[in-house]
Each structure stands twice: as structure tokens, then as C-alpha cells.
């Protein structure tokens, strides 16, 4: 018996129907191609084009769902009431990783360092905002992902473009605090934060935004990330609270700000991160000695242990 048929038939889940859709099939189909190259008896599937109902037939699924859909409890719960063990984290995280305004209130919750924030509504004056946060502020959907419907703004007057902008993609928008200073991902895979990469989008982008994230190749990735090694464990041990204070199981992402004092700060928690060829995950498990198929192997590992969620 390979040891690859231990996994049994695996349903590997991208598409979907987020505005993360692109994205989400350029990570599935190299999750998929990964897995079948290491033996794994993987199959697509996208649930925009077929029924949840057939995933009856698999043994366990790997998602690469990004977005509303995948990434905010449905699909796991989906998959719970099938008794399909699954990739990352449960129902509960996910739903709570996925809004990121009570992601950011179990953080102050739990004395974890985040962004000062404000939701933002039709009522809501913007003169107190910008007295709380200051200028510049970044405008955010509050249930989106891969910085879609972000906007930096700088002068009061732009703040109805933004929440426009915003409010295209979701019914509830954030103001939060712009954080000037260095940005960082760290990465959680199995318990452990792994070397932290620090992002230098190029000078013409206002912040780490979707066409950076994908469309670009212009944009830094450090390993080693510049900080000390003081630095780099205080961050890690950061991210690992913060990623157990949401409920957040088995491999995922947090993004984090240094400002110009030295202080950090947690931005969001990505609970299926990306898997392209400009993703971070990869980049940070290769600097331990994963290459991109072992690494597949080793998130999908993860359902052959993970029980309680």
C-alpha cells in the first residue's frame, strides 16, 4: 500500500462563487496538481458547478476555497454534517476569521495589539472618526479578502468614494487606523509560526493590495524579514496567540504592521491563504524545507489527525 492512499479519495475545493474566485483556482489547481504528483488520489471540485451533494463520495477534502463560501465556516460546515474531515480551521474560526471587526474584538479581548478601528455606516460622522483614527485611514469591506474593496484615504473628502468602493463588495465597512511603517505575513502551519516575510510592495502602490498580491512581480518578499531575532520571536509568539485566540486550527496566515516606535500590530487573519505562484505560504515553507508538494502533503496530513475543532 503507498503511503499516499492513505488519504483515500480527496476532494480538493477551489472556485466557488467569493470574489476571490480567480484566485481560488489558480491555488486549487496547484494544490490539485501538487497532491497528484506526490500519488494522492485527488480530484477538483468546484461548488459553482456541482452540487455539494456529491462530496458524499470522497474521504476527505483539502479547501482552496477563498472568500465568503469557503473561508467563513459554509463549506466546513457542509462537510462536518457529511463527516468529511477536512483541511484547517473549524466552523466557528472560520466564520470569525472571516470578519474581521470580530476578529479585531477578540484580539483587544485578549490583549493582543490591533489596529484602532471604526464601523462605518450611513450615520456615522466622520469628523469623530478621523478625531479616533487620524488621516490617513484605510477604508475595508468587512467580510472580504486579498485587500478587495481597500482603499487608503488621506482627506476627509474621500471618504465617500472609498466607502463606496467598499460597499460594492459588503454590507458592512471598517475605517481603521493607517499603521506607517513595515509590513509583515507570518505564517502558521501545524502549531508553528514559521520564518517571518516582510512585504515591500514597489513605491507606486499605496499598500499590499490585490494586484500586488497577484498580478505583480515587482513586489519584495524578505526572508530573512529585517528584524532582529529578538523581534522575529515576539512577532511569531504574536501570531500564534492571536491565530488560537480566533479559533484558528491547522495552517493559515496572519498580517501584521511594525510602526515607526517598533510596535506591532495585528491586521487580519487569513484562514485559507493563498497557493499560487505568488503566494506566501509557499515562499515562508520552503525557507524551513518544504518544497510546494510536501508542503500540499503536509496540510493534508492535518485530516488525518484533526478531530476536535
Known sequence: MSEASKFGKVAVLFGGRSAERE???DSGHAVLDALLRSGVNAEGFDPQTRSVTELVGFDRAFIVLHGRGGEDGQIQGVLEWL???????????????????????????????TAPYRILNKDTNLDEVIDQ???PVIIKPVHEGSSIGMSKVEHK???????????????????EKWITGREFTIVVLNGQALPVIRLAPPKDVAFYDYEAKYQRNDVEYGIPCGLTEEEEKQLQQLTLRAFQAVGAKGWGRIDAMQDEQGNFW???????????SHSLVPKAAQAIGYDFDALCVAILEQTLTETAR
Not at 84 to 113: F, H, N
Not at 266 to 276: K, S
Open 266 to 276: 495585528l491586521l487580519e487573519v487569513n484562514t485559507v491563504p493563498g497557493m499560487t
Open 83 to 113: 463527516n468529511i474531515p477536512y483541511t484547517g480551521t473549524g466552523v466557528q474560526g472560520s466564520a470569525i476569521g472571516m470578519d474581521k471587526v470580530k476578529t479585531k474584538q477578540i484580539w483587544q479581548g485578549s490583549d493582543l495589539p
Open 157 to 175: 473628502e474621500d471618504f465617500a468614494a472609498a466607502i463606496a468602493k467598499a460597499t460594492q463588495h459588503d454590507a458592512v465597512v471598517m475605517a
Open 23 to 25: 484566485v481560488s483556482l
Open 133 to 135: 483614527l487620524g488621516l
